[in-house]
């Protein structure tokens, strides 16, 4: 808009000066308005559109280890869906804290199964926020089992799992964030 703009005056500059030089002194002929009006267009905010479950875990640096291993469960498609999700995203210091080789070993394509069965225990089918949830509560995965809420002044655990921050909105559901990988039942 402020390139139309200043297009525009020097347009106006460089025509009023042509009509000047032109202008004989012996002739004295009114010269022709040459001011520009411009019309000011109200701008218009950037919505940027509202990030999916994917794209908020990507954007979070704790969240780094979350975001490979989805890559390589193939899910991210599915986490992109339409939804409803919550998801319970484990840390990187949550993936650190199992035992060593653990996360690369589940990072290998021979074990995709066993990484999708871990990452799928992680989610469940609708949006619950935090006030949703009540102490005792099971809570049925998208891999099969079953998690456990406890609450306990106020403080809200996920299979002894602490939510470390809750209710992160999404265009697809909500996160909670988790200080624990949750290892389903064999």
Request: net charge neutral; glycine share 6%.
């Amino acid at each position: 808009m402020q390139k139309k703009f200043l297009s525009l005056i020097a347009v106006a500059a460089i025509s009023s000066a042509a009509l000047m030089s032109c202008n004989n002194e012996g002739d004295k002929k009114p010269v022709a308005d040459t001011t520009v009006v411009v019309k000011e267009e109200p701008m218009e905010p950037k919505m940027e559109a509202p990030k999916d479950i994917v794209d908020v875990a990507a954007a979070s640096a704790d969240h780094s280890t979350l975001v490979a291993a989805v890559k390589a469960a193939g899910l991210v498609e599915t986490l992109k869906g339409d939804g409803p999700f919550t998801v319970f995203a484990p840390t990187n210091a949550a993936f650190n804290a199992l035992p060593a080789g653990t996360v690369d070993g589940l990072l290998k394509p021979e074990k995709k199964a066993d990484l999708t069965n871990i990452l799928t225990y992680h989610v469940v089918a609708g949006a619950f926020k935090a006030a949703d949830l009540k102490d005792g509560q099971k809570i049925k995965t998208v891999q099969g089992g079953e998690l456990t809420v406890s609450i306990k002044d106020g403080k809200v655990m996920i299979n002894g799992a602490n939510v470390t921050a809750a209710d992160l909105a999404t265009s697809n559901g909500v996160i909670h964030v988790i200080d624990t990988v949750l290892m389903p039942k064999k």
